[in-house]
């Protein structure tokens, strides 16, 4: 066995035992390939969220140059786009990061897209992380808009002072 193969072999066997290890992803029996370097991952997993965490584990790994997470996101059965809304919807209001009365979402063949309006760019971040926590979940978009902050009374009253003098 060339040095290369060996390499891919050593990094394989690490992979396989990240994923049968990790909490959360101990349980589906997720595969790893490495080829000259990229990691292949298959499998089937409840939720976008774990799709994502296995491909973190592998990007992270030292010696993987690409990740190809063909990992499939499927439910025990079939659940709805109202169903997926709704656990989208209890998924952002338990992150503490998140303010439903800034982001909204809807469901379409489970493609979540987030709508709103947030001052906090983070937010949005924390709000994609909630969403990818929900059933059914495939992809999540954002359409949220970051806003400037309201100005204060004071910055307005500099404001207009400023306006006054010229």
Do not use: C, W
Not at 24 to 45: F, K, P, S
Not at 110 to 138: F, H, S, Y
């Amino acid at each position: 066995m060339d040095m290369a193969r060996q390499e891919d072999a050593q990094l394989k066997k690490k992979l396989q035992e990240l994923l049968e290890s990790d909490k959360d992803l101990r349980g589906y029996a997720l595969n790893a390939d490495v080829v000259e370097g990229e990691a292949r991952l298959q499998g089937t997993v409840d939720t976008l969220i774990e799709k994502q965490r296995a491909g973190e584990l592998a990007s992270g790994l030292p010696g993987i140059k690409r990740v190809d997470n063909a990992i499939s996101v499927s439910t025990d059965g079939p659940i709805t786009d109202k169903e997926v809304e709704l656990e989208v919807a209890q998924e952002l209001a338990a992150d503490p990061r998140v303010n439903r009365r800034h982001i909204g979402a809807e469901s379409v063949k489970g493609t979540v897209i987030l709508q709103g309006n947030v001052r906090d760019p983070d937010e949005i971040e924390a709000a994609r992380r909630a969403a990818a926590k929900a059933r059914g979940v495939k992809e999540v978009t954002s359409r949220v808009r970051v806003r400037e902050p309201k100005p204060t009374l004071i910055e307005l009253f500099h404001r207009q002072v400023r306006n006054d003098n010229e």
